[in-house]
């Protein structure tokens, strides 16, 4: 028989031969702090959330529902959504189904049996994910979606609840959380092992161990296997209930009433304290792990038939029984009527519309634009104060790591929800000095130093969004990005996608990098890879080559993330922060005076910059590659006679394909010049572009070698170099010395 038929015929069995022994609860109603209706309600969540199961089974068999994973042996998490408020945002486990019922009843018109269906469906109407994936969630029950939650959502969770109190200390106002909301985080045993739980875990308690406020309840569900391999027994109290700052609740998630006290005390601490809570609750996985996975292929028959008796709807029908508040008939009438109508809703919710094309599918991929106030308008005397001695230096040709620091303060001046975080930002300016006197300037409120985890790091900027706030996050270098590259592929980028545009997490994530650095090597200080963010739907990706083109970028960076709600990736060329001369020593032509808000607009996104208007070749790079192509131009204007163009692209991701044609179309030739590897780079796409689009024009590309960078002399030796440009571009050409 299939388990969901077995448990079912054990419930109603049980219930007929009045055979409820061993599933009576220690606590009374009135210990646990529960009313008879409440309890009636809970139950009734859970038998809905369990039906819902049994026909997701049913409609997977047809062939009209999909990839399910059931909550089946977790209802107990009903009480979790009892305990909190409707306000105090969820980020949920993917076997919550009756948390999301639950909630929904506090909330009139709502219409959860129709909602979750639809979702089994994959029909387009469902209200939170428009038919791309079945998730819990509902924008109304302030529930964000998740997908596969093994343990990615803490980080964002922990951001979350960092920026209640964030909020309070900037008093910024009109924020999505309450002033006293509680940020609730529930996941699976197996999930507590994942380093982005651990790391999510260490910063909250890092961020209360200073005192700073952290209203979040960590719920760890507990059902003692993950996918095929348990837990080993006492492993997660072994982990977390000594743990110092972290409050420690446990419950027997079976029993709604233990569930309930616990899950009040854990709320009731965190929103009066400030500070983290872990409650540890104890449940059971009674079909196992999702769709069609088979226990009996790794678990022996003895193990399962007694895992099938821990049924959490045995133990809540024998304390309504107990309190003589329903009895076994009521209980199996209830059961039966909400089969029937389940049943009924599910053949509405199957013929309802799904996703039909390309265009609908993808609809969903960037955020919904959204109205933002005015820019604040600083008075003068403020904004004198704040650069202070800089001020008088604004009219002076400067370098990108000055003019972006400039660039930072006036947007942080304009929009007082800014905030910046990352890895030695604060105090120190960061490593090379970009983020220097911003702390003086703003305080440490908008200014802050991290720990060093850039899961953590992103996870915050995350859930500062979900606050209102726009997070400006720093990783320190490029190769660190991929110790969280999961948080901008696999959450941050996804929510508006399996929201339907209802959520959105904009950030503009600021990255140092790329090679051609004096002193450094090694694949984490000196990467010139790009590709983890190419593939990435729906991400912006934006290199400046020089300091004007940093500042006007940046500005519309953040214009992009804070009206069009994006998530921005914004690369600074190590190399180029300082630089200051293009052909000669002191020729100062890579120096530009800082363009004030109001003399300069932000740089649209999908331009690009043409400098020269030659015929005999076009060269298109962006970066470091771009200032070397600079000056290989001169070279090759001056010993060759060749009137050429560059254009520097800017704009990474999305490509700007029709921008970069039209700059090139007078020219029959072009060279492509990429600092990024051959394999991976943009180049690729570039050449790409061109052949399926201009196959008139001939093109070829020199980029780095499929290598990594060494230190010392040889760092710039798999790298294209001006000598290398110019040998390329005569040999296209067929050019000689003049």
């Avoid at 038998?47 to 209802?75: M, V």
Wanted: aromatic share 6%; charged share 20%.
């Amino acid at each position: 028989m299939d388990p969901a038929e077995i448990i079912q015929e054990n419930f109603v069995s049980r219930l007929k031969a009045g055979d409820l022994s061993g599933y009576a609860s220690a606590l009374t109603l009135e210990e646990a702090g529960l009313t008879g209706p409440q309890l009636v309600q809970l139950f009734h969540s859970q038998i809905l959330s369990r039906r819902l199961d049994q026909i997701s089974r049913t409609l997977q068999k047809r062939g009209e529902s999909f990839y399910t994973i059931a909550s089946a042996g977790h209802e107990g998490n009903a009480a979790i959504a009892e305990a909190f408020r409707l306000e105090d945002m969820a980020f949920l486990h993917y076997r919550d189904a009756a948390f999301q019922i639950h909630r929904a009843k506090r909330l009139p018109g709502q219409t959860p049996t129709w909602d979750l269906l639809l979702g089994f469906a994959a029909s387009a109407e469902d209200p939170i994910a428009g038919g791309r994936h079945k998730v819990i969630g509902s924008r109304a029950l302030n529930i964000p979606p998740q997908t596969s939650t093994i343990a990615s959502h803490l980080p964002k969770a922990m951001g979350a609840a960092f920026g209640v109190g964030l909020a309070r200390r900037l008093a910024l106002v009109d924020t999505p959380l309450a002033d006293d909301s509680v940020v609730l985080c529930s996941f699976g045993d197996a999930s507590a092992n994942h380093s982005t739980a651990q790391g999510a875990i260490n910063a909250a308690l890092w961020a209360a161990h200073q005192k700073l406020p952290m209203p979040i309840v960590f719920v760890c569900e507990d059902n003692g296997i993950g996918i095929s391999v348990r837990t080993p027994r006492g492993w997660i109290e072994a982990g977390f209930a000594n743990r110092p700052g972290l409050r420690y609740f446990k419950c027997n998630g079976m029993d709604v009433l233990d569930t309930y006290r616990a899950a009040t005390e854990a709320q009731a601490y965190a929103r009066a304290q400030q500070a983290p809570v872990f409650l540890h609750m104890a449940c059971a996985r009674l079909y196992g792990h999702a769709g069609s996975d088979v226990e009996a292929a790794y678990i022996s028959k003895a193990q399962i038939e007694r895992t099938q008796t821990k049924d959490p709807l045995l133990h809540t029908a024998a304390i309504l029984i107990d309190a003589g508040i329903m009895t076994a008939d009521e209980v199996l009438r209830l059961h039966d009527e909400v089969a029937r109508t389940v049943t009924r809703v599910a053949e509405r919710a199957i013929t309802r519309p799904k996703l039909e094309t390309t265009e609908d599918v993808m609809r969903s991929l960037t955020p919904a634009p959204r109205a933002v106030p005015l820019a604040n308008e600083p008075a003068p005397e403020e904004r004198a104060r704040l650069f202070g001695s800089d001020a008088a230096q604004m009219k002076k040709p400067q370098h990108m790591a000055r003019l972006l620091n400039w660039a930072l303060t006036d947007l942080m001046l304009e929009h007082r929800n800014i905030v910046l975080a990352g890895e030695d930002i604060g105090a120190k300016g960061g490593v090379y000095g970009v983020t220097q006197k911003l702390r003086q300037r703003f305080g440490p409120n908008r200014a802050i130093d991290t720990l060093l985890d850039e899961q953590s790091i992103l996870g915050l900027a995350i859930g500062l969004a979900h606050n209102g706030m726009l997070a400006i996050p720093e990783i320190q270098f490029l190769a660190y990005i991929h110790n969280a590259e999961d948080q901008l592929r696999g959450e941050a980028a996804t929510l508006s996608f399996f929201s339907n545009r209802q959520y959105a997490n904009p950030m503009v994530v600021r990255i140092p990098g790329l090679g051609y650095q004096k002193g450094f090597g090694g694949h984490f200080h000196n990467d010139n890879s790009l590709a983890v963010f190419r593939d990435i739907p729906g991400v912006v990706m934006a290199c400046p080559s020089n300091g004007r083109d940093a500042v006007g970028l940046l500005r519309e960076c953040v214009r992009l993330a804070l009206e069009e709600q994006r998530v921005v990736v914004f690369i600074e060329p190590i190399a180029l922060y300082m630089t200051r001369d293009l052909h000669t020593e002191k020729d100062g032509l890579w120096t530009f005076p800082y363009d004030s808000p109001g003399t300069a607009q932000p740089t649209p996104l999908g331009t690009v910059h043409c400098h020269g208007e030659g015929e005999d070749l076009a060269i298109v790079s962006y970066g470091n590659g771009f200032y070397l192509s600079r000056q290989a131009e001169k070279i090759l204007k001056d010993e060759h006679g060749l009137d050429i163009r560059v254009i520097d692209m800017r704009w990474l991701a999305p490509l700007p394909g029709d921008a970069i044609l039209e700059a090139v179309s007078p020219c029959k030739q072009a060279l492509i010049v990429d600092e990024c590897r051959i394999t991976g780079s943009q180049s690729e796409a570039l050449m790409a572009l061109f052949a399926e689009r201009a196959p008139e024009i001939r093109t070829e590309r020199l980029a780095a070698e499929d290598c990594f960078i060494p230190l010392g002399r040889a760092a710039t030796l798999p790298l294209p170099s001006r000598d290398g440009i110019v040998a390329k571009a005569v040999g296209m050409t067929g050019a000689k010395d003049q």
